[in-house]
């Protein structure tokens, strides 16, 4: 039978009528590929979302048709023909999955094995057992929410909080990263599949992580994330994204959307460890599209806001996780390591935009370049007319292993207040054959060598990462760099 | 047994042979000079001794407590109790000085099955091993051999020395660019270490070394091969009259094509 078209799936939806909590059963969980009005409407029907969210991503869809993809990073790649992608896909049917782990990719299952990942784990990654299967039998998932709902936090997807929390969805959606943004927020706005809301209340401190992890989320629809946090005046948060596991999937292009929000005194900690399949080695293809718009706000006085992230994945990295230090006394800070290798490139950065009085932002930014691997930092510290007795602290090393490789650092520093004060460095090391055989001298082997050199050059990142994605992260990084030297 | 057994080595690098025949036989206890000009082979012979790929062995062998050494990859050299003071040391970016030698000396041991030595015990071992080459504290936390001076990356390689405790140590060179205080320093930590459980193979231009680090033999390599051979009298009769004495002597170039592939 040939596939429903948007409008036929939508008609059916709107028939039944908008029912609480569950969503309805048809035939076919799966929009065709493409992009039109009808296809918006249907994920917001298929998501029992109220008249104002629909109209919200509608508003966002016709302002995407008046814009184009932007060119200007440094990265070349084939644009996503975005009418031949589906925008609504349903986890995989059993009949989809491997049945095994033996029908897995050899190599992917290698690699979670460096990584140490236990056996039920693997299967959850490669897809041989369904997310919700796992979770729902795992009472430590359980208890967590029970204690955090104690404490009047609320974690749980944003479709769900589009439904249970409409005010607060209503008063932050959008505030940070206004649907007309750019050209892949504004995709996002109108498509956006899933992603986590955390709201922590006044005077609140979140007494554990919170992770993705935790969070049953089906598989295929993590490709538009849309993900709000907020803390209350006094409140404070660690959210951790991602996890170290190469992520296979079929879906290319991932445009996601981070706003935080931290209103006076508040803290909030965001850390990301990633890493996207790559894609194939020599010819890149397979490589995920990573396009992200994350940007905190620091709205509150003496307010607080970080982002921590270590990527190593995605066959294009186009992000820059911002800051607005609007309240007075506010801290941004940004600390980052990126690795690309094979054929990656990454363009990433931060914007940290001074508003208030006396704010202060800290840049430290690693990028380790292998193989044929480009990296490119993208840096702009923003100090605007009112922002007396800003200060910003930028340090942007490279370092290149191997001599095929390249890193370009592009930073933008725009100062309109005579009394900021601004301090940039700059180090660009290398490692060569000459280091490595000096540490074999000394009884070091190669792959301790490299991995050495490249924790000693990522430290001052490493520090400000929570202890376990820190050690997964160094064991993320010499996983990704056997070989490299040489 | 000796300690060292190099037998008719032959070494080239991108095609050109550099040693040409090799034979050197070395006790523990006892310290070798190898004397040359520049472009006789000297640190060829440092750098294949350790272990360094891009130098190829195409004849000969080198045993090492009777066992083969050119079968060994360098860091496992290394554990064996291979040392090789360089006569360029790099720079290692980002990696303390005190960690990188813990991470060596530790590597050392599980090979030679000796549990790991603590924070605690390697800083005390380290802290008495500075004083044989006068080392300044503040160099133990930088990174290695960044922003050393010429005389501090030589006090740093024989400072490396002391606390791997090898049992055989090539010093390339250790003396050039050093002054005469420099120098005196950099020998009195290599004379401290002297040992009979230890042989000492160091290579010089010079004959100044060896005032202060007194050989028990001397040869001479010109053009790949050692020439001559004697006690430290044949140091003092060359710097007298010179390479060239030697060469027209033995009736042998000084180097093997005249290119310059490192002394």
């Excluded at chain 2, 320093?185 to 231009?205: C, E, K, M, Q």
């Excluded at chain 2, 053009?223 to 027209?248: D, N, P």
Aim: proline letters at 4%; glycine letters at 8%.
């Amino acid at each position: 039978m040939a596939a429903p078209t948007a409008t036929q799936v939508f008609e059916e939806i709107a028939g039944q009528g908008y029912q609480a909590g569950f969503v309805t059963d048809i035939e076919t969980e799966t929009l065709p590929p493409g992009l039109d009005e009808g296809v918006v409407r249907a994920i917001s029907a298929k998501k029992n979302e109220p008249e104002w969210m629909t109209e919200w991503r509608l508003k966002a869809y016709r302002h995407w048709l008046t814009m184009s993809e932007p060119e200007w990073a440094n990265v070349t790649y084939t644009k996503p023909d975005y009418q031949a992608i589906s925008y609504y896909s349903a986890p995989k049917s059993a009949d989809d999955r491997p049945k095994s782990l033996d029908e897995v990719d050899p190599e992917l299952l290698a690699t979670y094995e460096k990584l140490g990942i236990p056996l039920r784990e693997q299967e959850m990654l490669a897809g041989v057992v369904a997310v919700d299967a796992v979770f729902d039998s795992v009472s430590v998932a359980t208890t967590f929410k029970g204690k955090l709902k104690e404490l009047g936090i609320i974690f749980c997807s944003i479709s769900e909080a589009i439904r249970e929390h409409p005010e607060l969805i209503r008063k932050y959606l959008g505030s940070v990263v206004p649907y007309s943004d750019n050209f892949f927020a504004t995709l996002n706005s109108a498509v956006f599949s899933d992603g986590s809301f955390v709201f922590v209340p006044k005077g609140v401190r979140c007494p554990m992580e919170l992770s993705t992890y935790f969070r049953i989320n089906a598989m295929n629809t993590g490709q538009f994330e849309r993900t709000l946090i907020i803390a209350e005046e006094g409140a404070s948060v660690s959210y951790l994204e991602g996890c170290t596991a190469p992520m296979r999937d079929e879906n290319q292009l991932h445009a996601a959307v981070v706003e935080l929000v931290a209103l006076d005194d508040a803290k909030i900690k965001y850390s990301t460890v990633q890493n996207w399949y790559p894609g194939d080695m020599e010819t890149g293809k397979g490589g995920i599209y990573n396009f992200v718009t994350k940007r905190g706000k620091c709205e509150g006085r003496r307010s607080k806001i970080s982002w921590t992230q270590v990527e190593t994945g995605s066959a294009i990295t186009w992000k820059y996780p911002s800051v607005i230090l609007k309240g007075d006394d506010s801290v941004g800070e940004f600390y980052s390591v990126a690795l690309t290798k094979g054929r990656q490139q990454a363009d990433t950065g931060t914007k940290m935009i001074h508003i208030g009085k006396n704010t202060r932002s800290t840049i430290i930014s690693k990028g380790i370049s292998a193989g044929r691997g480009q990296n490119t930092y993208r840096g702009a510290v923003k100090i605007l007319r009112g922002a007396d007795g800003a200060h910003n602290y930028s340090q942007c090393d490279s370092m290149l292993i191997g001599d095929r490789c390249g890193a370009h650092t592009f930073p933008y520093i725009d100062v309109q207040n005579p009394t900021a004060r601004m301090e940039h460095e700059a180090s660009t090391s290398k490692i060569g054959e000459d280091q490595i055989f000096y540490c074999n001298q000394r009884g070091i082997s190669e792959e301790d060598a490299v991995s050495m050199i490249v924790n000693g050059f990522c430290k001052e990142v490493f520090r400000e990462l929570p202890m376990e994605f820190a050690v997964e992260a160094q064991k993320l990084l010499q996983v990704n760099l056997e070989g490299s030297v040489g | 047994m000796p300690l060292l057994e190099i037998k008719n080595l032959h070494a080239s690098v991108e095609g050109t042979e550099i040693l040409k025949g090799i034979d050197l036989t070395l006790d523990s206890g006892q310290v070798h000079a190898i004397m040359g000009p520049n472009g006789s082979g000297k640190s060829t012979l440092a750098q294949v001794l350790a272990g360094r790929e891009e130098y190829d062995v195409t004849e000969g062998e080198v045993l090492f407590d009777g066992k083969d050494l050119l079968a060994l990859d360098p860091e496992e050299r290394a554990r064996e109790g291979v040392f090789l003071a360089f006569q360029y040391p790099v720079e290692i970016p980002g990696v303390s000085n005190t960690y990188f030698l813990k991470a060596a000396l530790n590597a050392i041991r599980k090979h030679r099955g000796l549990k790991e030595m603590d924070a605690m015990d390697f800083l005390k071992l380290v802290k008495e091993r500075m004083k044989l080459v006068q080392m300044e504290e503040t160099l133990l936390n930088r990174p290695v051999n960044e922003g050393f001076s010429g005389g501090e990356k030589k006090r740093n390689e024989i400072f490396h020395m002391s606390v791997l405790e090898p049992r055989l140590a090539v010093l390339d060179e250790t003396d050039s660019g050093l002054d005469i205080d420099a120098l005196k320093i950099v020998a009195d930590g290599v004379n401290s270490l002297r040992s009979a459980d230890r042989g000492f193979l160091v290579i010089t231009h010079y004959q100044r070394l060896l005032n202060f680090i007194v050989p028990d033999r001397v040869h001479v390599l010109l053009g790949g091969r050692i020439v001559r051979s004697g006690g430290k009298e044949l140091a003092l009769e060359l710097e007298e009259k010179g390479y060239v004495w030697l060469e027209q002597e033995v009736g042998v170039a000084a180097s093997p094509t005249g290119a310059a592939v490192g002394a």
